[in-house]
């Protein structure tokens, strides 16, 4: 059995505390949920491609923002779910030629289960397909935009904190 360490637990809480207050900030500019959302925690789903303590990160600072921030149960579970499901897959594509690939998880996962969560659990009136382009869309910006300025700032500082 493999040992936990503490430098993983102590990278997980500090990773959680971050998407929680980078949630907080959204949600304070009204970005963080409905149709169009961008959650500036987001960006933070690049962090797998440095870290295996990424993955519970994220997902707690997921859980925890959706409580924090009077979430519904079904999001509760299911948004956290899809965070913790776009870490599995990012880290897995960690070593990959093309590092920027490690955004992609987190865009289709939530572009395919907020519209759900949206639609079942808020009562949001938009189809199904105009609600994942519009999750998708904020997705591209918070993952893929602010999460590859985020991503070629750490790795230039890669060498500091990653674990394998």
Do not use: W
């Not at 918070?142 to 500091?160: E, H, P, T």
């Amino acid at each position: 059995m493999r040992k936990i360490s503490v430098l993983f637990v102590t990278q997980a809480a500090v990773i959680a505390a971050m998407y929680v207050v980078l949630t907080f900030v959204s949600s304070s500019m009204g970005l963080a949920s409905g149709e169009i959302q961008i959650r500036l925690s987001e960006m933070l789903c690049i962090l797998p491609a440095f870290t295996p303590a990424a993955i519970p990160g994220l997902f707690l600072g997921c859980l925890l923002s959706n409580l924090l921030t009077g979430c519904t149960v079904i999001d509760i579970v299911f948004g956290s779910l899809a965070t913790l499901i776009a870490a599995v897959l990012s880290y897995q594509l960690r070593n990959h030629k093309y590092p920027l690939l490690i955004t992609i998880p987190p865009v289709v996962v939530n572009m395919l289960v907020v519209p759900f969560i949206l639609k079942y659990s808020y009562g949001v009136p938009l189809p199904i397909p105009v609600m994942m382009a519009t999750v998708g869309i904020g997705q591209v910006i918070s993952c893929m935009v602010l999460g590859s300025v985020l991503y070629f700032a750490l790795d230039k500082r890669r060498v500091i904190f990653y674990q394998s």
